[in-house]
């Protein structure tokens, strides 16, 4: 089996791509992949350390205003196309699997102009231009959130769900939480902005924190390395000491401590629930309001639809709102049970296996 993936942009896009060959590469004996990206993209980085054969096209995004950019925008597009079709000459590729971002869009279309069957991924409640302009070309269509499928053909639509689902899914609880001085006898908390942070949510955080000294629940607090030094400088000594606050920079393995948490404040993006669904945790969603189409509102809103969430909007965010919230959940814990569950039912732990199996059927 040979299969051609391509996304980028984003991490979001790029590892359901990775997830997708590594279950091929784990599950078919007689495989090959070839990953099409953008050596400006954080694809080529990420892509190259995982040992995974990488090949570039030159393509950018359109302009959501009026801009002469976007003449310039068709050109590279076509010409990408051209790109496209001769390494899908050259590779021979039984697949062609884009995950959204810009740079699917001419492989993907290129592949179907060539009549190799076609599949795109869509990892928001919402879909990106990419993948709204190859919908009507492509084979199939998988979808992560049902909500999505309003925007698809209903005929070649299936719910598959996100495949970082499945990586946490399979990971075992630990003792991870000893590593910042937590005991196992209190609900555990995690605040975690995305590995940048989250400004508000920062500013949030430090109303709160003194309201949470000597509380019965602990708080792992993620600041994002670019706001750690300022939230350490700013907060009291008193919370500094409180042995159940502990506040850190960045966590690297984070999929470790999602395991061993009771609730999850943070923000909505498509691999975030994807992780929160399938480890069935409650969580408050505070969605970014600086993304496109507002998606991480619409990803949000169908957690909350089925019981497993709260939603704060961004821009009514504060420290005592945030307390009262979080504690009306981690002190009831008939009201985290529900939540819980309801956030479980929504979750696709073998996600990865439903995306492959429908790929696979493409092709045979």
Do not use: W
């Not at 937590?182 to 500013?203: D, H």
């Not at 408050?284 to 993304?291: K, R, Y």
């Not at 009514?316 to 008939?334: F, Q, Y």
Request: glycine share 8%; proline share 5%; hydrophobic share 40%.
């Amino acid at each position: 089996m040979k299969m051609i993936v391509s996304g980028g942009g984003t991490g979001g896009h790029i590892y359901p791509a990775l997830s997708l060959v590594d279950y091929m590469e784990k599950n078919i004996p007689s495989h090959e992949a070839l990953y099409v990206g953008t050596e400006e993209g954080l694809e080529s980085q990420i892509v190259t350390k995982k040992g995974v054969p990488f090949k570039s096209i030159r393509v950018q995004g359109f302009k959501r205003s009026l801009s002469l950019d976007n003449v310039k925008t068709v050109y590279y597009f076509m010409k990408a196309v051209q790109d496209s079709k001769k390494l899908i000459e050259e590779f021979q590729p039984d697949v062609v699997v884009g995950t959204g971002g810009y740079v699917c869009a001419p492989i993907v279309y290129a592949a179907h102009k060539k009549g190799v069957p076609t599949m795109i991924h869509e990892q928001n409640s919402v879909p990106g231009l990419a993948n709204k302009f190859l919908a009507r070309y492509v084979d199939k269509v998988a979808i992560c959130f049902p909500e999505a499928a309003e925007y698809f053909d209903k005929n070649k639509t299936v719910l598959t769900g996100n495949p970082r689902g499945q990586e946490v899914a399979s990971i075992q609880p630990t003792d991870s939480l000893s590593q910042f001085g937590f005991t196992e006898e209190l609900p555990t908390i995690l605040v975690f902005g995305g590995s940048r942070g989250a400004l508000t949510m920062t500013r949030a955080m430090m109303e709160a924190m003194p309201q949470m000294t000597g509380k019965d629940y602990q708080v792992l607090f993620v600041t994002g390395k670019i706001y750690y030094e300022d939230v350490m400088a700013a907060v009291s000594e008193t919370v500094k000491a409180n042995d159940r606050i502990k506040i850190v920079p960045y966590i690297e393995e984070m999929e470790k401590i999602l395991t061993n948490v009771t609730l999850v404040v943070g923000r909505a993006g498509a691999t975030s629930l994807a992780e929160i669904t399938a480890l069935g945790l409650p969580s408050i969603l505070i969605p970014s309001p600086n993304v496109t189409n507002d998606h991480q509102t619409k990803n949000a809103q169908s957690v909350v639809n089925h019981g497993g969430a709260v939603l704060l909007r961004d821009d009514e965010l504060n420290g005592p709102r945030l307390v009262t919230e979080l504690e009306r959940i981690i002190l009831n814990p008939e009201l985290c049970r529900k939540m819980a569950e309801a956030s479980k039912e929504m979750g696709i732990p073998d996600a990865t296996k439903r995306l492959f199996d429908e790929v696979y059927q493409l092709i045979h």
